[in-house]
């Protein structure tokens, strides 16, 4: 059975706004959000006709840490829609402010067709990662009412071993809603120890995929599963997919980072894996279980 899916490829995001109305223990913007500078309506206007001019990325997604709580995102969403340029033009957002059916028709009258929506477990599970009593119900209350309009949906859940007990039923309950797709993520810690006991082993996930699969099935939509080990086996219709669109961040963002050690791969490291896409563990990871190297195994080609 195909799949209707994004070409991630086709996308770029710039990230234009770094306040948020959550405060989720998993973001991986943690720490240093408070300090990185918006980019600022000039400098968009900029970065956008460079885009255009070079004429490879046909999308745009707008990020930040939670664009809806910038005060003026529909000058920016205008702005990037009176070029003629973008197919699609996507929010990345934790969905709560879409709960107003207003502001809601304001960001689709501005131009977004897309919304890319962040929810981590039921409702109890959902606001003590949010850290805001309600957000649970905002989020969920934002994603019904999306069903009235003709645009795309992606939902986005991170896992850690807070969440672990709620993925099914969330997903099951997600799998309801007008999703077209629905990610789970792996969840890295900007860090190179777990130090607040997150990480979900890889055992444990792949227990948890057997039990999804049936879940994705019948809903007869794709469980896209980011950032996880790709020589695992994901049961039809999961996928493993570690494509992220090109991301513009402030460079501090990036230095911190590089320091976490993403892709960290005993096969790698060892010339047996040529998969250069694939996220492999985290130093955190290798640190709290080890490298795995009997569970993971090399891929060519």
């Known amino acids: 059975m195909g799949y209707t899916r994004i070409d991630l490829s086709t996308y770029i995001v710039i990230s234009i706004w770094f306040g948020c109305n ?20 000039n400098r968009f206007q900029e970065v956008l006709l460079d885009i255009s001019n070079e004429g490879r990325f046909e999308n745009l997604i707008l990020s930040g840490a939670e664009v809806t709580t910038c005060g003026d995102v529909d000058r920016y969403i205008r702005c990037a829609a009176s070029l003629g340029w973008f197919k699609k033009i996507q929010i990345q957002t934790n969905g709560r402010r879409l709960a107003d ?3 809601l028709r304001q960001l689709i009258e501005s131009g977004v067709s897309e919304f890319f929506i962040s929810i981590h477990g039921l409702e109890e599970v959902h606001d003590g990662i949010t850290n805001r009593p309600g957000s649970f119900r905002e989020t969920m209350a934002g994603i019904r009412n999306l069903e009235a309009w003709p645009v795309n949906v992606i939902t986005n859940t991170v896992l850690t071993k807070w969440n672990y007990r709620d993925v099914v039923p969330l997903m099951n309950q997600l799998g309801q809603t007008k999703a077209s797709e629905i990610h789970l993520w792996n969840f890295y810690p900007m860090e190179s120890t777990d130090t ?5 082993n890889i055992q444990d996930f792949t227990s948890l995929l ?4 049936p879940i994705f ?57 040529t998969n250069r896409e694939c996220w492999g563990l985290s130093k955190a990871y290798c640190h709290k279980y080890g490298d795995e190297r009997d569970r993971l ?3 060519t080609g």
Request: proline content about 10%; overall charge neutral.
């Open 101 to 103: 059916r207003a502001y």
């Open 210 to 213: 057997e039990r999804l699969g």
């Open 297 to 299: 195994s090399p891929m």
């Open 22 to 41: 959550n405060d989720c223990t998993i973001c991986m913007l943690s720490g240093i959000k408070h300090s990185l500078p918006p980019i600022g309506f």
């Open 196 to 200: 607040r006991d997150f990480i979900v």
């Open 217 to 273: 099935e019948a809903a007869g939509k794709p469980l896209v599963l980011k950032s996880f080990p790709e020589c695992l086996t994901a049961p039809a219709p999961a996928l493993f997919d570690s494509l992220y669109p090109v991301t513009i961040l402030p460079d501090r963002f990036w230095q911190k980072f590089d320091q976490s050690g993403f892709g960290t791969c005993y096969h790698r490291q060892n010339g047996e894996c």
